[in-house]
């Protein structure tokens, strides 16, 4: 079965960095494209940002694009999500997600989530 576990939220001050890990696990991982999305208070779950099995190729909210970056290790099953020069509008529970066909229909995976507030 597929579990999807991230870590690394935190408190962190505005401008500051955090990375976010999500390790992955009940399925081939390296053959996955895996992404990065968030919930802020009263808003919808929103893509942040998503990154091909190999990793050569990704894509960014343009919200966060410039500052964060996506990236994987297909050793350790890890998709990563490194924050830099955070806004207090980046505060929201984070969510690592997958998406696969099962019998031909799609379906998403999601792991509990990791909360990430950016307050002075």
């Known amino acids: 079965q597929v579990q999807l576990v991230e870590s690394g939220g935190g408190l962190v001050q505005p401008g500051g960095s955090l990375r976010l890990s999500c390790v992955a696990s009940g399925f081939t991982f390296s053959v996955y494209s895996m992404s990065w999305y968030r919930q802020g208070p009263g808003k919808e779950r929103e893509l942040v940002a998503g990154?091909?099995?190999?990793?050569?190729?990704?894509n960014y909210a343009d919200s966060v694009k410039d500052r964060f970056t996506i990236s994987r290790d297909n050793v350790k099953n890890t998709v990563y999500l490194q924050m830099n020069s955070l806004k207090p509008e980046d505060t929201a529970v984070y969510f690592c997600?997958?998406?696969?066909?099962?019998?031909?229909?799609?379906?998403?995976?999601w792991g509990q989530g990791t909360q990430v507030t950016v307050s002075s």
């Open positions: 990154i091909s099995s190999a990793g050569g190729s990704t």
């Open positions: 997600n997958l998406r696969r066909f099962i019998s031909g229909l799609p379906r998403a995976y």
